[in-house]
């Protein structure tokens, strides 16, 4: 009788001539596709009834499946296993203890869901059986009941499919460890300000860290055993497939937060000792910054506004990721709006909403990329175009053609510097006689830490810190720079919030003819400060002189030697 249960259903059924090989081969591909239960599947194509299957099981096995549960369903079962996660895997909790949790389910021969279960609840399982039909009943009578919709404290959870038509799901309260954990990591998170939230599993040990202000920072260890749980518990909030292990997954949750809302990004990876999660946080409540909030010198807000308001050309923004391209974009977007524009935008995600400003999300697994957008738009009569990424040929060509035919077209690249961008283009296969008549200008920047003012600190710079970094054209001994010694206000790191360093390449004469003779990006970025360009060093540089950020800052993104 053991082995038996070490057998699949379908190989039960089909040594025992119940359905064909053929036919489980092709149930098997249904279930893969549509997530259905094996059983399920089989019943719909015809090849089984109910009565059947279970009196055959209960013959084969030696199981009585129950025709239906007389339990009552309290809220309480399913602060445990949520109701939506019973429906999905057709199991019914219908006692809890401190130490147990009994359910009902439908297939014994799956033994990966009865230690999912465990993981969940944190609990041991105790299983009895009952026919599909007869779980489906129960959950029904607990939906009716509103049994495992308690409102949460805080942070409200919505369900991804009905996250889209901005309508409030509420998720059950829950005195399980894992689910308060979960929750309680997200609001901490959003409350101190974090970018991202790092869930990380080792040979002997599990943590969570923050990135708050482009920094990790280490938070709570996470008790190894009750680490898969966690990772369980995150799968099902973005709607993602808990029984998968072993490939990446990247899902979405959307909670409300302070009455904001937040959508989070989650990205699941399998590693050697398990999986390893990472949330990224965007907080749709947060107002949208002007150009002049941002932090450009007034003379570069000057330019990019002259340049954003030409009928046609490219107007690029470039730097690493988490460098604040797209809330310069968005800022523009504030500017131009004002000038009653046809403006229509494709993004990954769309971070703000922005009325009066029609608005695309990338969905690549129907075939809609930033390619298949920007093509799509050309037709719809746009004066204005933002792509949240140009990263390829085809990308490249239908922006440049957009900005050739009467169109502004503003996007980001992924380079180094302004100059690099020039060249990069040229790269993906754009003729440089296109760029020279196409690109407006090109926004370089970078996001460095400021000071924190509760615990500011002057320094005086000695010789030796004139020679270590460099500094004798730009400072000289005994000028005044400035740190944080760190306090309860910065979590003891010295630093509070970001600061954004620039610079602006304008394509003038000069920079074309170089761009037309296939200049390199060292060769354009020379003649670009010879004409006159802040570079991101003389932008950082004017940042430490005023106090802003530090020395240390600054080189982590130009060297800032002689």
Same mark, same amino acid.
Do not use: W
């Given at each position: ?14 040594? @025992? ?17 549509? /997530? ?29 499946? @129950? ?10 079962f399913f602060s445990h296993l949520p109701l939506r996660y019973c429906k999905n895997k057709v199991i019914a909790p219908v006692e809890v203890t401190p130490k147990t949790i009994k359910v009902y389910v439908s297939e014994p021969t799956n033994t990966g869901m009865l230690n999912e279960i465990s993981f969940m609840s944190g609990r041991v399982v105790e299983v009895e059986y009952a026919t599909e039909g007869a779980i489906i009943d129960y959950l029904e009578r607990a939906s009716a009941a509103g049994s495992g919709k308690v409102p949460m404290k805080g942070a409200q959870y919505m369900e991804p499919e009905r996250a889209h038509e901005e309508k409030k ?49 280490? /938070? ?9 749980? *966690? ?15 072993? #490939? ?19 990205? &699941? ?8 999660? *990472?949330?990224?946080?965007?907080? $749709? ?20 506004? $002259? ?65 298949? %957008? ?9 004066? &204005? ?14 922006? *440049?053609?957009?900005?050739?035919? %009467? ?8 380079? @180094? ?17 296109? #760029? ?14 400021? &000071? ?39 979590? $003891?790191? %010295? ?19 170089? *761009?037309?003779? @296939? ?20 932008? %950082? ?9 530090? #020395?240390?800052? &600054? ?8």
């Amino acid at each position: 009788m053991p082995n038996v249960f070490k057998k699949t259903l379908g190989e039960i059924l089909v040594e @025992n001539g119940i359905i064909e090989p053929k036919a489980l081969s092709d149930a098997m591909v249904s279930q893969l596709k549509t /997530g259905k239960k094996l059983g399920k599947i089989l019943r719909e194509k015809g090849l089984i009834d109910e009565t059947t299957l279970y009196s055959f099981l209960q013959t084969q096995l030696g199981i009585h499946f @129950n025709e239906s549960i007389d339990n009552e369903p309290k809220t309480e079962f399913f602060s445990h296993l949520p109701l939506r996660y019973c429906k999905n895997k057709v199991i019914a909790p219908v006692e809890v203890t401190p130490k147990t949790i009994k359910v009902y389910v439908s297939e014994p021969t799956n033994t990966g869901m009865l230690n999912e279960i465990s993981f969940m609840s944190g609990r041991v399982v105790e299983v009895e059986y009952a026919t599909e039909g007869a779980i489906i009943d129960y959950l029904e009578r607990a939906s009716a009941a509103g049994s495992g919709k308690v409102p949460m404290k805080g942070a409200q959870y919505m369900e991804p499919e009905r996250a889209h038509e901005e309508k409030k799901e509420e998720l059950s309260e829950d005195d399980s460890p894992v689910v308060r954990f979960v929750e309680e990591t997200i609001r901490s998170a959003i409350e101190r300000k974090a970018s991202d939230v790092h869930f990380e599993v080792y040979e002997k040990s599990a943590l969570l860290r923050y990135r708050v202000d482009g920094v990790l920072l280490k /938070g709570d260890d996470i008790e190894l055993r009750m680490y898969p749980a *966690v990772i369980s518990r995150i799968k099902i909030m973005a709607d993602l497939d808990i029984s998968e292990k072993r #490939l990446p997954q990247d899902g979405r949750i959307m909670i409300r937060h302070d009455d904001r809302q937040i959508d989070i990004r989650v990205s &699941i990876i399998p590693t050697v000792y398990g999986e390893c999660a *990472v949330l990224r946080i965007l907080d $749709k409540g947060k107002s949208m910054r002007s150009l002049e909030d941002i932090g450009f010198p007034k003379e570069m807000v000057i330019e990019i506004k $002259k340049e954003s308001r030409k009928p046609f050309g490219m107007v690029l923004v470039t730097g690493p990721t988490g460098s604040g391209k797209t809330t310069t974009l968005y800022a523009v977007l504030q500017y131009v709006i004002q000038f009653e524009n046809k403006i229509l935008t494709i993004e990954d995600p769309v971070e703000y909403q922005i009325g009066g400003i029609s608005q695309v999300q990338v969905h690549s697994e129907i075939g809609l990329t930033f390619a298949a %957008g920007l093509r799509a738009f050309l037709r719809h009569d746009p004066d &204005i175009i933002m792509v949240g990424e140009i990263r390829d040929k085809e990308t490249a060509d239908i922006a *440049v053609r957009a900005a050739l035919t %009467g169109h502004l077209v503003l996007s980001t690249v992924h380079t @180094n510097d302004a100059a690099s961008s020039l060249t990069r283009f040229i790269d993906m296969g754009i003729p440089p006689y296109l #760029l020279t008549s196409t690109v407006n200008l090109i926004i370089a920047q970078r996001l460095v830490r400021t &000071i924190c003012p509760h615990c500011k600190t002057e320094k005086i710079l000695t010789p030796e810190d004139i020679k270590v970094y460099g500094l004798g054209v730009f400072f000289k001994p005994k000028q005044k720079v400035y740190y944080g010694k760190g306090c309860k206000s910065c979590n $003891k790191t %010295g630093y509070l919030g970001r600061q954004p360093v620039f610079e602006i390449l304008k394509l003038n004469d000069t920079i074309k003819a170089a *761009v037309l003779r @296939n200049a390199s990006s060292f060769e354009i970025r020379e003649i670009a400060s010879q004409e006159g360009m802040m570079t991101l060093r003389h932008s %950082g540089i004017t940042l430490i002189k005023n106090g802003i950020t530090t #020395l240390e800052e &600054i080189e982590k993104i130009v060297s800032l030697g002689d």
